[in-house]
């Protein structure tokens, strides 16, 4: 599934943990972050020290992840090491990857929850 996220070419990483469904969403997030730091005009660097936020240089970039949106639920479904599990999708349509959690089996026995975890499953896997 192709996600999009705030990449921080300043410091070379990424400006937040979080992944969105849009890439809008991801675009408009670059407000948020450079909010905090419009009174003094400075970003503070993880490393230490700061530059000035006009230098601050924050590109949308596109990340694809081996993942389904259960809209019905409100989670993604991932695969990691093998394992499904699943992230909740948050205000802003976007998710934390860092979140995942394996599926477990109140959520796999649930009689609609879990019909619809396996179905978002079978696309994940291409019908593993």
């Not at 996600?3 to 070379?12: S, V």
């Not at 809008?24 to 020290?49: I, T």
């Not at 000035?52 to 992840?65: F, G, K, N, S, Y």
């Amino acid at each position: 599934m192709k996600t999009f996220r705030l990449y921080n070419l300043t410091e070379l990483g990424p400006a937040s943990p979080l992944h969105f469904l849009e890439r809008s969403g991801a675009e408009a997030y670059r407000d948020y972050v450079r909010w905090p730091y419009g009174n003094s005009g400075r970003y503070p660097l993880h490393a230490g020290g700061s530059v000035p936020l006009a230098d601050l240089d924050l590109r949308t970039e596109q990340v694809d992840l081996n993942g389904v949106l259960i809209p019905e639920l409100e989670l993604i479904l991932l695969e990691r090491d093998g394992m499904i599990g699943t992230c909740h999708v948050l205000p802003g349509h976007c998710f934390d990857p860092d979140s995942w959690e394996p599926a477990n089996m109140a959520e796999l026995g649930h009689p609609q929850a879990g019909a619809l975890i396996e179905e978002a499953q079978r696309r994940l896997g291409g019908g593993r």
